[in-house]
């Protein structure tokens, strides 16, 4: 389809009537961003969904884009007044409490890493993992799948081979003389980038 067979589309059947050529050549060349109503009117004129004309959404309003749902069936599903949640979305940092952030995990289907990022959880999951891979590991199974939403026993593999990989680390830190500098680092390295890690070790979650 050429610009203008687009633009035209979007004109006659979505009511975009000042869409015109150069705009669906800006949004396609990325000089130019379209807003949620033009993108919902531009799947609609290429027959496709939203999240398909999408990169891997990041924030709440991509989220909430990708899945094709208003900002007014967002507030109703999760409870939150919709001038709060319209704030939340301009301010891109979720904030409502945890009944509301399940409700909201629902509504726009949020992947567990996803769910993790949009509701500002990340610090917390990055504090549980770095107690489970420093002490016992099976103590903090239950807490970890209640924060993101899945069955304890996915988390089993998982957290047990973070473990023994930062022991294992950790061992080399004590084995080689003169100190800690290298391997030290190396663990230092490894709890910081621990998040990444853990999706690393559940691709269907992530």
């Not at 589309?9 to 009537?17: I, Y």
């Not at 999760?78 to 949640?85: M, S």
């Not at 023994?164 to 800690?180: D, F, I, K, N, V």
Request: proline share 4%.
């Amino acid at each position: 389809m050429a610009h203008g067979h687009v633009a035209y589309g979007m004109r006659a059947s979505f009511g975009t009537a000042y869409v015109t050529p150069e705009h669906v050549a800006a949004w396609e060349g990325g000089t130019a961003l379209p807003s949620a109503g033009e993108l919902a009117a531009l799947a609609g004129a290429l027959w496709c969904h939203p999240r398909e004309l999408m990169g891997r959404p990041r924030t709440l309003r991509e989220h909430r884009i990708a899945q094709g749902v208003a900002a007014e069936d967002v507030a109703r599903g999760t409870g939150v007044p919709l001038d709060a949640y319209v704030r939340m979305e301009e301010a891109g940092r979720w904030s409502g409490d945890k009944r509301q952030s399940a409700k909201l995990g629902h509504v726009l289907r949020l992947p567990p890493r996803d769910f993790v990022a949009v509701t500002g959880l990340e610090g917390e999951l990055a504090r549980m993992l770095t107690e489970a891979v420093t002490t016992r590991w099976q103590a903090h199974v239950r807490s970890i799948a209640k924060l993101i939403s899945v069955e304890r026993k996915e988390l089993n593999e998982p957290l047990d081979s973070m473990y023994h990989e930062y022991q294992a680390l950790m061992a080399a830190t004590l084995s080689r003389a003169g100190g800690s500098t290298a391997s030290g680092e190396d663990g230092r390295r490894y709890l910081e980038e621990i998040v990444d890690h853990f999706w690393d070790r559940l691709p269907d979650q992530a």
